[in-house]
T-cell receptor, first 112, second 114 residues
Framework: DQQVKQNSPSLSVQEGRISILNCDYT??????FLWYKKYPAEGPTFLIS?????DKNEDGRFTVFLNKSAKHLSLHIVPSQPGDSAVYFC???????????FGQGTTLQVKP | DTEVTQTPKHLVMGMTNKKSLKCEQH?????MYWYKQKAKKPPELMFV?????LSINESVPSRFSPECPNSSLLNLHLHALQPEDSALYLC????WGGGPETQYFGPGTRLLVL
C-alpha cells in the first residue's frame, strides 16, 4: 500500500517555463511534507517543505501548494533551469520519529 | 550549516568482509537515520536513533548493525553481506532548519558487495 504517490515518472520542460511536479497521499494524518531533489549517486537535497496548516510555501523559484481536501501537493519551479534536471521526491512525515514516507520520484528534464 | 558527512564515499567488499560506514553531523540534531537506496527507487528507512537510542529497526537483517557512539556520530557495521545489499547507503539527521521535521541527508556511501 503506497501512501505517497508520484504518478508521473518523468517530466520534460523547456528552460524558462514552469515545471509542475505532483504528489498524492492517502493518509490524512500526515501533517508535514517535504520535497527533495536528487542527482545520481548523491544524497537527496532538501528543497522546500510545508506544514498541513498551510496551503502554500514559497522559497525563491520553488513553491509548494497543499490541497488537504484532495490530499494533493505540487511543487512549482519557475523559471525552470537546466540545472534543475534531477529526480524529485515528495515525502510525508509519519509519526513522532520523523519517519519519511517517500513517493517513487519524478525525473525532471529541463531542456535548454 | 546543514551538512551531514559520510565516509567512505565508495566501498567494495567481499561477502566475508567486515566493514563500517560512518556518518557525522554537527548541527546538534538528536535524531539520526540510516537509509538504503537502490537505483531508480526512493530511499528505504533502515534504522532511526533518537537521543542516541535505537528507536526504529525496520526489520533489517542482523548482518547490518547500527551504532550511535554519541549525538554527532552514527555508524553502520557490515558483516557477511550479500550481493543484493549493494546500494547507496544514506545517513540523515533531523532538526530545525527548513522546519522541525526536516531531515538532511549526507552524500551517501556507494557500496558494492562482490
Amino acid at each position: 500500500d503506497q501512501q505517497v504517490k508520484q504518478n508521473s515518472p518523468s517530466l520534460s520542460v523547456q528552460e524558462g517555463r514552469i515545471s509542475i511536479l505532483n504528489c498524492d497521499y492517502t493518509n490524512s494524518m500526515f501533517d508535514y511534507f517535504l520535497w527533495y531533489k536528487k542527482y545520481p549517486a548523491e544524497g537527496p537535497t532538501f528543497l522546500i517543505s510545508i506544514s498541513s496548516i498551510k496551503d502554500k510555501n514559497e522559497d525563491g523559484r520553488f513553491t509548494v501548494f497543499l490541497n488537504k481536501s484532495a490530499k494533493h501537493l505540487s511543487l512549482h519551479i519557475v523559471p525552470s533551469q537546466p540545472g534543475d534536471s534531477a529526480v524529485y521526491f515528495c515525502a510525508a512525515v509519519s509519526g513522532n520519529t520523523g519517519k519519511l514516507i517517500f513517493g517513487q520520484g519524478t525525473t525532471l528534464q529541463v531542456k535548454p | 550549516d546543514t551538512e551531514v558527512t559520510q565516509t567512505p564515499k565508495h566501498l567494495v567488499m567481499g561477502m566475508t568482509n567486515k566493514k563500517s560506514l560512518k556518518c557525522e553531523q554537527h548541527m546538534g540534531h538528536r535524531a539520526m537515520y540510516w537509509y538504503k537506496q537502490k537505483a531508480k527507487k526512493p530511499p528505504e528507512l533502515m534504522f532511526v536513533y533518537s537521543y542516541e537510542k535505537l528507536s526504529i529497526n525496520e526489520s533489517v537483517p542482523s548482518r547490518f548493525s547500527p551504532e550511535c557512539p554519541n549525538s554527532s556520530l552514527l555508524n553502520l557495521h557490515l558483516h557477511a553481506l550479500q550481493p543484493e545489499d549493494s546500494a547507496l547507503y544514506l545517513c540523515a539527521s533531523r532538526g530545525w532548519g527548513g522546519g522541525p521535521e526536516t531531515q538532511y541527508f549526507g552524500p551517501g556511501t556507494r557500496l558494492l558487495v562482490l
